[in-house]
């Protein structure tokens, strides 16, 4: 019989404790530790993805003042708010536990898994590729995972309560942005359990215990609730202190004005559109973007897809990239043509400098 896996449940932590956490437990499993699935909670907190800039990516000054920490991950990814309100989870595995390098793969194994324990509590949650989790086409989790040496640590997390509005002012999105319109869209976009469920929503505890009863099932495995290691401790304590220094959490920093923020409003044939989005204008790049208005699209969610196959594009694909997310799928617009949204993209970048051609116009 293989051997149980670890269970660890470090309750609610300051951004740095938790960083520290991550990268001793990666180090331990890279060296031949057992399997470990870790609960986390934190206290109010800016993350940062390893490669990126805090500077760039959040509002620093606004940070400060209502007292978010802000901490660099050790792993890629998005700029990202967590406090209380959120269960995060981990995967410290070993780099054949899955039998396969394909990270889509494992996210849609990972991400089914965590389906199914969100179904156990009464929410009937969906796999949403690349690697969130939703409801009804809202987002109620992401997930996240890379390789290191012989390692894999995949993350994710469960919104119980969550402060759409907070999030978005960490975010370094101008104050003229934050409309009540703009709010209102991302809170389209994003549900909880408390949202869902009110009264009946389960405790923190009860979800984790759900999300181990399915990973036991899913696969296969049992768990044993345990603790760190001598040599865990060790690590964690050094890196504690190294992680909560701002040559950590600065370390990658490039001046605000490398990032710029769009947007722009049409009237067209098949409705009212509007975009708005943050640009690298350094490296060229679409970092994310949210598209509303009032236009007919079947189905609802293929807007929330588009957004997401855009994250991160460089300037000079967005058109193809547009052109190739239709083209592979049945999409009801009546009026509106993807010509008409690509062309409200391009009339929002005009808005932050960056001309036609830089995008292939």
């Known amino acids: 019989m293989s051997r149980a896996w670890r269970l660890m449940d470090t309750g609610v932590r300051p951004a740095a404790e938790n960083m520290a956490l991550d990268r001793a437990l990666l180090e331990s499993c890279q060296a031949g530790a057992v399997n470990t699935l870790r609960f986390l909670r934190f206290e109010p907190s800016a993350l940062i993805g390893f490669h990126q800039s805090a500077s760039q990516e959040l509002d620093l000054e ?12 050790i792993t890629g990814g998005g700029a ?21 390098a394909d990270m889509l793969a494992i996210a849609r194994q990972v991400c089914g898994i965590a389906v199914e324990g969100l179904r156990s509590v009464g929410v009937d949650a969906a796999f949403r590729p690349r690697n969130d989790i939703e409801v009804a086409g809202r987002k109620i989790g992401g997930t996240g995972g890379a390789f290191d040496g012989d390692a894999l640590l995949y993350q994710g997390t469960v919104l119980i309560d969550f402060d759409v509005e907070r999030m978005l002012r960490v975010l370094r999105i101008p104050q003229e942005k934050l409309s009540d319109k703009a709010i209102a869209s991302a809170r389209e976009r994003i549900t909880t359990l408390r949202a869902l469920l009110g009264e009946d929503t389960p405790s923190p505890a009860t979800v984790q215990a ?4 399915a990973c036991a099932r899913g696969l296969g495995v049992t768990f044993e609730a345990g603790d760190l290691s001598a040599s865990e401790r060790g690590l964690y304590e050094q890196y504690k202190a190294e992680m909560a220094r701002d040559d950590w959490v600065f370390e990658t920093d490039r001046p605000r004005l490398e990032v710029a923020t769009a ?6 044939a098949g409705g009212l559109v509007r ?10 790049r679409l970092k994310q973007i949210f598209i509303t208005g009032d236009f007919f699209i079947d189905p609802r969610r293929a807007i929330v897809d588009l957004e997401a196959a855009l994250r991160d594009v460089a300037l000079e694909r967005v058109d193809a990239t547009i052109e190739r997310f239709f083209a592979g799928r049945t999409v009801e617009m009546l009026l509106l043509t993807p010509g008409d949204l690509a062309g409200v993209v391009h009339e929002a970048l005009r808005t932050c400098g960056i001309p036609y051609e830089r995008v292939g116009v």
Do not use: H, N, P
């Open 62 to 73: 606004y940070c400060r003042r209502e007292g978010i920490a802000i901490s660099r991950r």
């Open 80 to 100: 990202l708010y967590c406090d209380q309100g959120q269960i995060g989870w981990e995967l410290f595995v070993g780099r054949r536990t899955f039998a396969t």
């Open 210 to 213: 759900a999300f181990v009863e």
């Open 263 to 268: 947007s722009a409003v049409r009237k067209t």
């Open 275 to 284: 975009v708005m989005a943050t640009v690298d204008t350094a490296r060229a």
